[in-house]
């Protein structure tokens, strides 16, 4: 039993006739129940939140750390191109904080690339 109250959603009538009553449920004739939590709504909304928080932080880092305002590309391909490699830079630079230097950053690639190539002799300095 929860400490939480939740709403039932449930009417069988309307389903029956709604156009996405097969998308919905399978059931021919009770339709569907939705239970939802009292507080659903306000979860959602810090969900959304949150998610916009976390994808604002990378772009707001790139352009005041680095100073990548602009893109100097014309064309889709072209610019998701050269946001990607950005990207590349600004994830290799948060790897190798949290690994703990280039050296830890060089062990690390080293292992990664010796599960993905096992049998590449070459791979033994970077």
């Known amino acids: 039993m929860s400490i939480f109250r939740t709403l039932v959603y449930n009417n ?13 449920t399978k059931s021919k004739t009770n339709g569907r129940n939705i239970d939802r939590s009292e507080f659903s709504a306000e979860m959602e909304q810090n ?26 590309t014309r064309g889709k391909k072209k610019v998701l191109g050269e946001v990607g490699l950005v990207f590349i830079g600004y994830n290799l630079s948060r790897l190798e904080k949290i690994e703990g230097g280039i050296n830890a950053l060089k062990e690390f690639i080293m292992q990664m690339m010796a ?10 300095t970077i």
């Open 12 to 24: 069988p009538g309307q389903c029956r006739t709604c156009g996405l009553h097969g998308q919905c």
């Open 47 to 72: 969900n959304r939140r949150v998610k916009q928080n976390l994808a604002e932080h990378p772009w707001g880092t790139l352009k005041r750390q680095r100073g990548f305002d602009y893109v100097l």
């Open 115 to 124: 599960l993905l190539y096992p049998k590449r002799a070459c791979l033994k």
